[in-house]
């Protein structure tokens, strides 16, 4: 429920507040489609942390520069297959990070995630002080297919983007016909299954809520254009 998500991402605020992770310190989510990436991201937000997703699929070479290029100070980690050995690698280069967060398992040298936020108080207050606004919220790292990926950076007002889609995607459903909408809806139930490592996992589930809500069933994938 949304009290459950609210709740859950105030412990892991709170939580990541204890391990002196404080507003603007960069955060790397490698945590494939575990349902504890959306507490911990929230909870960053709330921090004013910034979250950095990234795919389980990056090796030690990745880690190494993504840690350096973003200045990672913390590391919450999936606890399948062999992620977490690449990151010990990279770690060893990488004075800058601080803490490593294990979800899923444990781990000599690693947080635990599951065990830890979970003591923590599902109360945290907004101050004058919050961040919002033009203050950074998300990072990216480009796919480097021309080069070394780079930072693509994103302010709390990039939320207002889906917004602004949703208000016009409601008025143009009045006018839509219902002829496909199993269909489409089948399309975006696909969609959505992607790593959370990547930008557009995020698009795709902004996508699904907007089609649930006003039942599009003849606009296409193409006339939308979210990405």
């Known amino acids: 429920t949304f009290k459950d998500m609210k709740?859950?991402?105030?412990?892991?605020?709170?939580?990541?507040k204890s391990l002196g992770i404080k507003r603007?310190?960069?955060?790397m989510l490698v945590l494939k489609r575990h349902y504890q990436f959306w507490f911990a991201i929230l909870g960053l937000h709330k921090l004013g942390a910034i979250a950095i997703p990234a795919t389980n699929q990056l090796l030690e070479k990745d880690f190494t520069y993504r840690f350096a290029a973003?200045?990672?100070?913390a590391i919450?980690?999936?606890?399948?297959?062999?992620?977490?050995?690449?990151?010990?690698e990279a770690a060893q280069k990488s004075p800058m990070l601080a803490h490593k967060i294990l979800v899923g398992g444990k781990k000599d040298?690693?947080?635990?995630?599951d065990e830890e936020y979970t003591i923590y108080s599902s109360h945290f207050a907004r101050t004058e002080d919050s961040p919002c606004g033009s203050d950074p919220m998300l990072m990216?790292?480009?796919?480097?297919?021309?080069?070394?990926?780079?930072?693509?950076?994103?302010?709390y007002k990039w939320v207002l983007i889906g917004i602004g889609i949703l208000v016009?995607?409601?008025?143009?459903?009045?006018?839509a016909q219902w002829k496909d909408f199993q269909r489409e809806l089948r399309y975006i139930n696909m969609e959505i299954q992607r790593n959370t490592g990547r930008e557009r996992a995020h698009w795709e589930k902004k996508k699904k809520k907007l089609y649930l809500l006003i039942q599009l069933k003849n606009i296409k994938k193409q006339d939308i254009q979210l990405q």
């Open 24 to 27: 603007g310190d960069r955060v």
């Open 70 to 73: 973003g200045n990672v100070k």
């Open 76 to 88: 919450l980690c999936t606890a399948d297959g062999d992620v977490s050995d690449a990151v010990d």
């Open 109 to 113: 040298g690693w947080h635990d995630f």
């Open 7 to 16: 709740d859950a991402s105030s412990q892991c605020a709170n939580y990541f």
């Open 168 to 175: 016009l995607l409601s008025l143009v459903g009045f006018l």
């Open 140 to 155: 990216f790292f480009t796919s480097g297919t021309t080069g070394y990926p780079k930072i693509a950076a994103h302010n």
